[in-house]
């Protein structure tokens, strides 16, 4: 037995094979079930028990060669086989295709870095808010059509309401509460409306609210912030105005129209003719809303405003439906590689 071990064992070391199938020939006369190799453990059984422990190691050793040896030879197959495959190393490899920010979220970042450079920090509040928040802090009247389902999802109605944020205006409130002035913060978020979904409407879209309260904050302030955040949003020829209208939260109240920049403010059919377009609402922060967030509206006082940020992205990008920035069709998104 131990002479055949060692016979096998001598064959074995020397073992070649040029292709699979005489590779698996190998395979089979060695190591099958009725190979040389699986023959000898058969034999075992009548091995004298003294030899069984040597012969048994030098058996098992022997298997252990032949099954390395031959997944060795096989090894270096499948490897040459990848260097036969035709591949021109030289050659350039395909492009790789680099992912596009949201037109959204460069619209945001734009604005953001704008409010930056002048002062203001980032503030963030939840979505699902409460009616104080969103509400009732910002002296909306009890009957104001907002808390109205129509206008507004509610997630709970009772025993207290439970919403979700209507506009970014609840994130003045969550900070004014408890920070005293100065507070400069700029607040973009994501809004909810209940509206049917249109080109022109959406049940979500996304704002950014800034919030300036210290001492002597005048309405010249936020003129001054306004005009310098027009023209480095839309070009330093960009002229604004702005018309009296009302929000509960804010007295006096205004909203900010922008000179039309497709017709120079001439008049063209984008701006309706009037040389204007709208952008956003603001005014000074009106006295109640500072009392009930609890800083003292004889000490302080202070601007704010809100804007969309669809509505930012619509004037300088002419996307024309409102729907296109949730499809995620990867064409749209494409269209503003340039933009980064
Ligand atoms: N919250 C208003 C809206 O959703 C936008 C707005 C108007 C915010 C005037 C303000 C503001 O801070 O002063 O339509």
Redesign the pocket.
């Known amino acids: 037995m131990i002479e055949k071990i060692q016979a096998l064992k001598e064959q074995i070391e020397a073992l070649s094979a040029s292709n699979a199938e005489e590779l698996e020939a190998l395979r089979i006369k060695y190591l099958s079930k009725k190979g040389e190799i699986t023959a000898l453990f058969n034999d075992f059984r009548n091995v004298p028990n003294e030899q069984k422990r040597e012969i048994g190691q030098k058996l098992n050793e022997l298997k252990t060669l032949a099954t390395d040896k031959i997944n060795a030879i096989r090894e270096a197959f499948n490897a040459n086989a990848v260097a036969d495959v035709d591949i021109d190393l030289t050659r350039t490899s395909a492009p790789q295709e680099i992912g596009t920010r949201h037109p959204i979220s460069l619209v945001r970042k734009e604005i953001i870095d704008i409010f930056s450079r002048l002062g203001f920090t980032i503030a963030e509040g939840p979505e699902v808010e409460d009616d104080w928040h969103v509400f009732s802090s910002l002296n909306f009247a009890d009957d104001h059509p907002a808390r109205d389902m129509q206008d507004t999802f509610f997630i709970q109605r009772n025993p207290a309401d439970v919403l979700l944020r ?2 970014t ?1 609840s994130v003045q409130s969550r900070i004014m509460e408890h920070t005293q002035p100065p507070i400069r913060i700029i607040c973009p978020g994501r809004v909810y409306r209940n509206e049917a979904i249109s080109a022109r409407a959406h049940c979500f879209f996304h ?1 950014v ?1 800034a919030l300036y309260v210290d001492k002597n904050v005048t309405f010249a302030d936020l003129k001054q912030v306004l005009l310098y955040f027009a023209q480095e949003m839309f070009g330093p020829e960009t002229k604004i105005r702005l018309r009296p209208s009302y ?1 509960p ?2 007295e006096p ?1 205004a909203e900010m129209d922008i000179s039309c920049d497709l017709c120079g403010g001439k008049g063209c059919a984008f701006c309706k003719g009037t040389g204007w377009v709208e952008i956003l ?3 000074m922060v009106d006295p109640n809303v500072l009392e009930a967030c609890g800083i003292d509206s004889k000490v302080y006082s202070g601007f ?3 804007m969309g940020i669809e509505r930012i992205t619509n004037l300088k990008y002419r996307v024309k439906d409102l729907r296109m920035f949730s499809e995620n069709d990867v064409r749209f998104l494409e269209e503003f590689k340039s933009a980064h």
């Open positions: 209507t506009h205006s704002q609210e929000f939260f804010t109240s609402g603001c005014g704010a405003l809100g």
